[in-house]
């Protein structure tokens, strides 16, 4: 991963900087399944899990989000999202494939979801998730430590 690139624990100061990165990188995916993107809708998904938000940033500044719950049995990746102007230049990547390699060392899958013509789709397939359930909305994925 960059080394200007890390983590922080999200804190309710990030709202603001999370419904904009929400909004940018989430609306047109959502409405293309018939969800609500009005500001109430995106609020509750940004506070759904929050003790396991963490904010992407560079440097100092924030430019992404990762929620990740490590449960003992499995891990699951409920939100990534990256802001448009850093997209296209393997952050996200860096982050899944450091999050891979830690649950390949305890032994645990990852799963996550991903909206229906959601283009990070194809970043999951390279990475080695596969198919495990087609829903309404969403398709679900897993990745298995080797």
Not at 52 to 68: F, H, T, V, W
Not at 115 to 136: I, K, M, S, T
């Amino acid at each position: 991963m960059n080394q200007s690139i890390n983590l922080r624990a999200a804190s309710k100061d990030d709202e603001p900087f999370l419904l904009q990165l929400r909004k940018l990188t989430m609306t047109e995916h959502l409405e293309r399944v018939a969800v609500p993107v009005d500001d109430e809708a995106h609020y509750l998904r940004i506070r759904s899990n929050f003790e396991d938000a963490k904010i992407i940033c560079e440097g100092n500044r924030s430019i992404g989000l990762i929620k990740l719950s490590r449960m003992p049995d499995e891990w699951h990746v409920h939100q990534i999202q990256i802001m448009p102007s850093h997209q296209g230049r393997g952050i996200g990547k860096a982050i899944l494939t450091a999050v891979l390699k830690e649950a390949e060392h305890v032994g645990v899958p990852v799963t996550l979801s991903v909206l229906h013509g959601n283009p990070a789709r194809r970043l999951y397939d390279q990475l080695g998730f596969q198919f495990v359930a087609e829903l309404p909305k969403s398709t679900k994925l897993v990745w298995h430590p080797r």
